[in-house]
């Protein structure tokens, strides 16, 4: 690394720093003004606000932008670099243009890894208090409104339950089946099933067993009402408002694992997050190249019009971003497809972009 790389490099990362801690606490001031009558409505003082909320809402906001924060700082210090014809002098003193990206894609890499590092393991703590604030003091209290509910809870065993109430933690007309390969062995009911928070475990109402051992062989047994333990817990009929930003890497893909052997519908939301975690790194670093690219030479529009170019692409990336996690939450694309066509498409932009830049 010489002299000219630290230049860059240091120049780089500060103007990303700045901006980031410009941008996000002007959001953070929008979104104060928009919440604060919730806060005033729960009579909450300014250091629970700040410290309870805004400490983790503000590293989270500063992750969402870093694509439009990464595109303001190249953009801002290559356009400079190019307006003083510093590129021009570095151009002509022998330095090819693919050289001169070098320490752009190390500042890059740098900032891809503080990312990697905050959304897989930093943000996920920090977003467990952030989510549990919004839960308590800005969201409507929420209700399970499941119905018919299916949920595998053993390689033999399923639960049914009609409906549940997750605020007295009460299901209804519950059902426990053993099933080996398409054959019904048992089949257990119960009115209610109710948690009983002192003991951990749950309290079935009287129950009917039966007993399927043959097409016309069948006992039925009565059971008076017993607690019992099933790999089941009211956190599985909770809120899942955000969930999985409020996981690590580790915790979310056990959760993974959990979701699959229970044959849950709604694993590709979670396939997503965790593919979009070792997406987004690289995404950064061919946003800061493209930066580069785009910003590399005098432009009549100055620098203020390059910094408008690069707030557009970094929205366009975004909206990339949503588009495809939504096709994938939908089931209409695979979540690693998904979580990848962002950076491809941008990568395939960057060449062609590359190949007029003049060198």
Known sequence: MNILDKYIIKKFLAAFFFSVAILVTVICVIDFTEKNDDFIQHNLSMSKIIFGYYIFLFPYFANLLSPITIFIAVVFVTAQLAAR???VAILASGVSFRRLMVPY???GAVVGLLIFGLIGWVLPIGNKSRVQFEKAYIKLPYRFQGRNVHIKIGSRSYVYMESYDNVNNIG????LETVDSTILNRRLTADAINWDSTKHV??????LVRTFRGPQDETLKSIPARDTTLNLLPADFAS???LAETMTLPELNRYIRTKIERGADDTQIYLSE???RYSYPFAIIILTLIGVILSARKSRAGVGGQIALGFVLAFIFIIFVMLSRNLAQVGSLSPIVAAWVPSTVFSIIGIALYRFVPK
Do not use: D, M, R, V
């Not at 209804?172 to 059902?175: D, I, K, V, W």
């Open 85 to 87: 014809t510093e590129i």
């Open 105 to 107: 894609a190390a500042g």
């Open 202 to 207: 749950w309290h079935l109402s009287p129950q």
């Open 274 to 276: 965790k593919y979009e």
């Open 172 to 175: 209804f007309h519950f059902a």
């Open 240 to 242: 899942n408002y955000k």
